[in-house]
Nanobody, 123 residues
Framework: DVQLVESGGGSVQAGGSLRLSCAVA????????LGWFRRTDEQEREGLAA????????YTADSVKGRFTISQDNAAKTLFLQMNDLKPEDTAMYYC?????????????????WGRGTQVTVS
């Protein structure tokens, strides 16, 4: 199985930055694609960014392009999300997710493995 543990959330003022981390453990054959999502009470999980481990391809949602950057360490054991110029509307619970090869990397429905999330609050 795949285990995902997020960290790095917290409270920050608008315009600030945070770097989220996601520790990945388990069968790497089932976690070829890793993604970051966020959820609020008003909105279902929104895909932010994803990375294909095999070839390094990245996908970033238009809503955060230019502010958020996804990356991974060489061993693909940790996934990162660098978030800059944060806005109050970025306040949400942030999750990392993994799956073998989702047909739509920014669609949460294609992911089987999820972490418990880390809260980001921007004021």
């Amino acid at each position: 199985d795949v285990q995902l543990v997020e960290s790095g959330g917290g409270s920050v003022q608008a315009g600030g930055s945070l770097r989220l981390s996601c520790a990945v453990a388990g069968y790497t054959s089932r976690s070829n694609c890793l993604g970051w999502f966020r959820r609020t009470d008003e909105q279902e999980r929104e895909g932010l960014a994803a990375i294909v481990i095999r070839d390094g391809r990245t996908y970033t949602a238009d809503s955060v392009k230019g502010r958020f950057t996804i990356s991974q360490d060489n061993a693909a054991k940790t996934l990162f999300l660098q978030m800059n110029d944060l806005k109050p509307e970025d306040t949400a619970m942030y999750y990392c997710a993994a799956d073998l090869e989702p047909l739509s990397p920014l669609d949460h429905q294609w992911y089987s493995y999820w972490g418990r999330g880390t809260q980001v609050t921007v004021s």
